[in-house]
């Protein structure tokens, strides 16, 4: 009887302990927790390799500082996914690696950018100063030299019991004069998974 | 012990054995009765409770969320949702558990209908949202998970081809919206709002009445089949701004999508266990009963054993999996037709005393290129 309970206890203390509230993990690495879906190693992946890719295209900033302004890409993959996530880590890698080639512009924020603008000029709120202690007052919002866009597609196929999700991010800087595209990049990667016995 | 005693326990431990019913069917029932909010308190308790049944209960309260129009409390309800149903978990404790014992201690993740269902409503929320890129994802994962199978079966939810074209056509892709209307129509051919040529700048979608009930079959409940209820409203009227202008007209069936999948392979394991069960149960009363007649030397281990054969068949469990998402509908209708461009009102009306479970009124905006949609859900 002493070695069944023994026993027992240690069952309980194993099966304790297979649980793991919380834990800290490299958002490079796959999770355990299964899916083909699209997850931070990714998209940190695609935002590093398409940053890189920019920098690395002299034609770009032959004018000087490139201006650019970024928007969502288009989700033409079966998952869903908050597609604003990319851009801000575009924005993000290439913020930190550019130092100071690209200046972006924020278009998200027009609305409320068009009434700060209004109410400097109107005096209901104090203008900055420039070093000079001029006014720092622009003429108009900036105009931006590329669109920085991106389409996400995927070849998705099922057995039913597995799935196989091949994506592929796609990005390109298109002239917001002429229509070219300047630059295009991708990154591909492809999942595949298979649900257990019980879950057939 | 004496045989006879023996056998009084054997009886007792065949008895029928009342088992809690896991699952929704009561905040289901709430539902129906028009007590949403009950339905809803119920599932918030009962889910802190039941972290297993996390994206049924997910499921459930995002239809709750939907209903009062709180999109983003429901995006984030079926996302949860379909985060879970959509993972491939490696084998493990809780999988090797749901083998020897109940199935229904599993991860709930859905039927292959209840995953299509998910991703549906993620497209209906998102079309609502504004967000195309993910209604668009919605529906072509609607499509995605009831194909497969090993390539039998293609998708046969008329409603997830016909929103997947309109998604499309929103996101400015004619082809691929041509082709999603030809097999909605192809599906549905009755249906009206799925003709190719129909390309009016409202689109409402209604979902009417309840979805299928799960149940147990078969001696130890290891089959299930599903109960259909199809009652539903003579009519459903469109009207914009006080005058009809047309009715939605059925074009998906989720019964029909929840029976015409074909037999799991755990359906197997299932049976297998039944047929144990059964097997165990005669051996051991059978040894039980043959105790009185054999040399007493081997009586106490003709006992034991079908002692131990009873106690196996009663403790293992064959019954299959119930818990399904009550609250989903029984048809999905829809309707397309021409509005001048402009604020518009749009009441969804259905006849023979049926009620609407969102805003009886929609204000909406039609506009000069595209069309505007609109969802409603009608109840008993």
Known sequence: ?200 | MTPRLALRIAFALCAPVACSAPGTGEAGRHYYAGRPAAAEQLLLDRSARDPDARALFANELGILALDRRDLDAAYQRFLEADRIMNAFAATDAKEIGAIVGAESSKVWRGDPYEKAMNSYYLGIVSLLRGDGGNALAGFKNAVFVDSSRDEQYDCDFAPAWFLEAFAHERMGDATMAARGRARAAELAPACPATAADNLGNLVVVVDVGRGPTKANAGAHGEATRFLDHPAAPAVVDVRVDGRSIGSAAEAGNVHFQATSRGGRVFDRVLRGKAIYKSGARAAGIGALLMADDVPDKFRSATMIGGLALLLSSFTVSAEADTRHWTSLPARVQLFRGSLAPGEHEIEIVPSDGWRVAGPRVERVSIPERGAAFVYQRILP
């Not at chain 1, 575009?90 to 690209?102: E, F, K, M, S, W």
């Open chain 1, 1 to 200: 009887m002493t070695h069944l309970r023994q026993a027992l206890t240690l069952l309980a203390l194993a099966l304790g302990g297979c649980g793991t509230p919380m834990q800290r993990v490299d958002p490079d690495q796959d999770d355990a927790l299964g899916g083909t879906g699209i997850d931070s190693a990714d998209l940190r992946a695609t935002a590093d390799k398409m940053a890189r890719s920019i920098l690395a295209m002299d034609r770009v900033f032959a004018r000087g500082t490139p201006y650019v302004v970024v928007q969502s890409p288009e989700n033409r993959t079966r998952f869903q996914i908050d597609d604003s996530i990319f851009v801000q880590k575009i924005i993000t890698y290439l913020t930190q690696n550019a130092a100071g080639r690209v200046q972006f512009i924020d278009r998200e924020h027009w609305e409320i950018i068009q009434k700060e603008r209004q109410l400097k000029r109107s005096g209901a709120v104090s203008v900055p100063v420039d070093a000079s202690g001029q006014p720092n007052l622009a003429a108009a919002p900036l105009g931006t030299d590329y669109f920085l866009t991106g389409v996400l597609q995927a070849i998705s196929k099922s057995t039913g019991r597995a799935a196989s999700d091949y994506v592929q991010a796609t990005f390109r800087l298109v002239d917001a004069e002429t229509g070219a595209i300047v630059w295009q990049d991708d990154f591909d990667w492809k999942k595949v998974g298979a649900s257990g016995v019980i879950y057939r």
